[in-house]
């Protein structure tokens, strides 16, 4: 069974650049979410989609991204325009439901940005 | 706000001991937990879950130790090998299905 798929792997862009990451879930699984990990860091949660809704996004930084998962199953994850400081892992995640405790989420191998 | 840290950046043990990271959690209404494993240039990889109702669980060649009165995880490899070298992040789940996590330890495997 195929894991979390991400692209692009890796990305370079100028800064004021837009960019976009793209991620399909594991099958059958509801929840998604995009995490940002700065090196050295541990992930840290962007925006959780349950189906088709962002349940939380709390700490998605809404004046340059925006994400959307218009048919519950693949999303996107847009920058616009990015930032020197947006440099990062995006990681995106699945886990079968997101209420409660117990539900494992599984990461895929994460898109790696480089702004210049 | 909450947090989830690890005591020690960097392990380093040599081939065929055993592995012991540890983690320390703030948030005492958390009532699930997951150690990850990254490798150079991947994502997390689950290693092993616990649950708070428990205070030991054991996979293969892991064993996962949870003290609840003193808010504290650990991770045991047994016989470290060369490829067990990475980052290992403990993270907590909450009901509110955020997964929070803490900064990783860095374990290097000395031939």
């Known amino acids: 069974e195929a894991g979390v798929v991400q692209s692009p792997r890796y990305k370079i862009i100028e800064k004021k650049q837009p960019v976009a990451f793209w991620c399909n879930p594991i099958s059958g699984h509801n929840t998604l979410y995009w995490y940002r990990q700065n090196l050295g860091q541990g992930p840290e949660l962007l925006i959780r989609?349950?189906?088709?809704?962002?349940?939380?996004d709390s700490q998605l930084p809404k004046d340059r991204f925006s994400a959307e998962r218009l048919k519950g199953v693949d999303s996107t994850l847009k920058i616009q325009p990015a930032e020197l400081g947006d440099s990062a892992v995006y990681l995106c995640?699945?886990?079968?439901?997101?209420?409660?405790?117990?539900?494992?989420?599984?990461f895929g191998e994460g898109s790696w940005l480089t702004v210049v | 706000g909450e947090s989830v840290g690890l005591h020690l950046p960097t392990l380093s043990v040599q081939e065929g001991d055993n592995s012991i990271i540890n983690c320390a959690y703030s948030n005492s209404a958390s009532d699930y937990f997951i150690w990850y494993k990254q490798e150079s240039g991947k994502g997390p990889q689950f290693i092993i879950d616990?649950?708070?109702?428990?205070d030991k669980r054991q996979g293969q060649r892991v064993t996962v130790l949870l003290n609840k009165t003193v808010k504290h995880l650990s991770l045991q490899i047994a016989a470290t090998q060369p490829g067990d070298s990475a980052v290992y992040f403990c993270a907590e789940n909450p009901s509110t299905g955020k997964l929070i996590f803490g900064q990783g330890t860095t374990l290097q495997v000395k031939p």
């Open positions: 995640a699945s886990s079968l439901m997101g209420q409660g405790s117990g539900n494992t989420i599984y």
């Open positions: 616990i649950r708070s109702n428990m």
């Open positions: 989609y349950e189906n088709e809704e962002a349940v939380d």
